[in-house]
T-cell receptor, first 118, second 113 residues
Framework: DTGVSQDPRHKITKRGQNVTFRCDPI?????LYWYRQTLGQGPEFLTY????????KSRLLSDRFSAERPKGSFSTLEIQRTEQGDSAMYLC????????????????FGPGTRLTVT | GDSVTQMEGPVTLSEEAFLTINCTYT??????LFWYVQYPGEGLQLLLK?????DKGSNKGFEATYRKETTSFHLEKGSVQVSDSAVYFC????????????FGQGTELSVKP
């Protein structure tokens, strides 16, 4: 078990460019979550997947954001036409959500991708 | 809607002092409660959890008790160390929250030698 990994760890981009982040969850986990964290604030929910299905999206997730989890394993989060307000830490988390699972609401986080839009 | 409120920081303590970080919540249903810790430049690590009323979560000398009557989950440690310096987040999640975590704003703790 190698934990949740995210790539890249840091991304600097110019306003208007597109960026894509990748998250690899813990291998046996079926749920994968994306959160955004700005300086001095707690993480805010963006979206989550159960296996390959995207089950919920926050109203924070504008049309410029899209997320996929094509085979129910890794996930990508793409931001199109980046704006300075998109600068934040993007966190991925995973969990095992199943009947009989010890603690289905317990999530494990990756190290995050810090995005800076100049 | 569901929310978590933490005491504002930063909290500055001397080594071996007693720590309390207050956390209260508003939620529908019967959520699980969590404390996560974030060290500089890192992601969030689960520190402890409690899944039902009166449960006490504990880990690494930290404790918190799920108090339904006061809707609180205060974090305590009897003797803090410099290595405990970090940002601490209280959070909740459950069936009524769709499994997503709802976080407080975080409390920064600085422990001086």
């Amino acid at each position: 078990d190698t934990g949740v990994s995210q790539d890249p760890r840091h991304k600097i981009t110019k306003r208007g460019q597109n960026v894509t982040f990748r998250c690899d969850p813990i291998s046996e986990h079926n749920r994968l979550y994306w959160y955004r964290q700005t300086l001095g604030q707690g993480p805010e929910f963006l979206t989550y997947f159960q296996n390959e299905a995207q089950l919920e999206k926050s109203r924070l997730l504008s049309d410029r954001f899209s997320a996929e989890r094509p085979k129910g394993s890794f996930s990508t989060l793409e931001i199109q036409r980046t704006e300075q307000g998109d600068s934040a830490m993007y966190l991925c988390a995973s969990s095992l959500f199943a009947r009989g699972a010890g603690s289905p609401y317990e999530q494990y986080f990756g190290p995050g991708t810090r995005l800076t839009v100049t | 809607g569901d929310s978590v409120t933490q005491m504002e920081g930063p909290v500055t303590l001397s080594e071996e002092a007693f720590l309390t970080i207050n956390c209260t919540y508003t939620a529908t249903g019967y959520p699980s409660l969590f404390w996560y810790v974030q060290y500089p430049g890192e992601g969030l690590q689960l520190l402890l959890k409690a899944t039902k009323a009166d449960d006490k979560g504990s880990n690494k000398g930290f404790e918190a008790t799920y108090r339904k009557e006061t809707t609180s989950f205060h974090l305590e440690k009897g003797s803090v160390q410099v290595s405990d310096s970090a940002v601490y987040f209280c959070a909740l999640s459950g069936y009524n929250q769709g499994g997503k975590l709802i976080f407080g704003q975080g409390t920064e703790l600085s422990v001086k030698p």
